[in-house]
């Protein structure tokens, strides 16, 4: 199976401008390619015991080519618990995670 991406974008306070750039390349890639039900952009919140948060964003093997083009690094597929569907159609949550619970 090919890999997911993840990048972090930081502060989830200053990850806005970070996000909107990420959703802009995601919506041009995801039309040209046909609009595939595995290719999506998820985030996470995380804070791991720090003050701040740090948003993490998560890039469906689909995605590939967008995630190279914001130098997000190969990693596992995340757990599903605590994602946030940021870029895709809500059926790639069937599509990537079949034995999520609804």
């Known amino acids: 199976m ?3 991406f993840a990048r972090s974008l ?3 306070l200053l990850a806005g401008e970070s996000l909107s750039r990420i959703e802009e390349r995601f919506r041009a890639e995801y039309e040209r ?6 290719m999506a952009v998820f985030v996470r919140h995380e804070s791991e015991g720090r003050l701040h948060c740090e948003v993490r964003a998560f890039f469906s ?4 080519r967008v995630a190279r083009a914001v130098d997000a690094a190969p990693c ?3 757990v599903p618990e605590g994602l946030d569907l940021l870029a895709g159609a809500p059926e790639s949550w069937r599509a ?5 619970e609804a």
């Open 2 to 4: 090919s890999h997911w």
């Open 76 to 78: 596992n597929p995340p």
């Open 61 to 64: 093997p689909a995605a590939a």
């Open 10 to 12: 930081g502060d989830a």
């Open 33 to 38: 390619v046909g609009r595939p039900p595995d």
């Open 96 to 100: 990537l995670f079949p034995d999520r």
